[in-house]
């Protein structure tokens, strides 16, 4: 299994952000709702979003930015 970050969308595909790269996706392949910033987990019987990391990445996102600004 692959785990990685929908970095953005072209067309059709997504662009997922990987430990050693980037790799497209057809929009078609991934579940629905997936959005930019979501973590996923990508295997043989498909993807699917890791909304505990996702969470947590979008946490520490917003402390580092509520730091950062304060």
Known sequence: MKRGIVDRFEGDFAIVELENGFERI???????GVKEGDSVNISAGGTTIDHED?????KKIKELMDKLFQ
Request: aromatic fraction near 0%; glycine fraction near 0%.
């Open 26 to 32: 057809p929009r078609s392949k991934l579940p629905e």
């Open 54 to 58: 996702t969470d947590k990445r979008r």
